[in-house]
């Protein structure tokens, strides 16, 4: 998987984090540690942008749930804790939808593994980068 990161400003300033192949137990890891890496450095609004994701296991989704909780102010859920964390899911989504995350050209394959998973409603999604930004 290749992640590139880059800026857009709308009326606040947004990191986009643009993944590219497949997000698996090879790299779930790497997209974790980039979005904190870009948290840390004082990013508080991130698009996903999965145009070019062609892929998502549940390794994938425990980092898309990771990163909510991070851009969120909570610590990092334990990502080698494998299926508790991902039983943690569903305290999450009764949370409503992320207000400091946006997925950008959700492939439809990866919709509908979001959708099986129940967090196809926990993230606002975007077909057009202009707009993701405006909606921060």
Known sequence: MNINVSQEQGRVPVTVIH???KLDSNSFQKLINDAKAAFDGGARHLI???TKLTYISSAGIVSLHSIAKLFR????PDAEAGW???RSLEKERA???Q???KLLNVPPEVRSVLDVVGLAAFFEMYTDLAQAVASF
């Open 19 to 21: 993944l590219d192949g």
């Open 84 to 86: 508790n964390t991902i």
């Open 48 to 50: 996903l942008d999965m």
């Open 99 to 101: 207000r400091n995350i």
């Open 95 to 97: 949370g409503g939808a």
């Open 73 to 76: 102010g909570e610590s990092l």
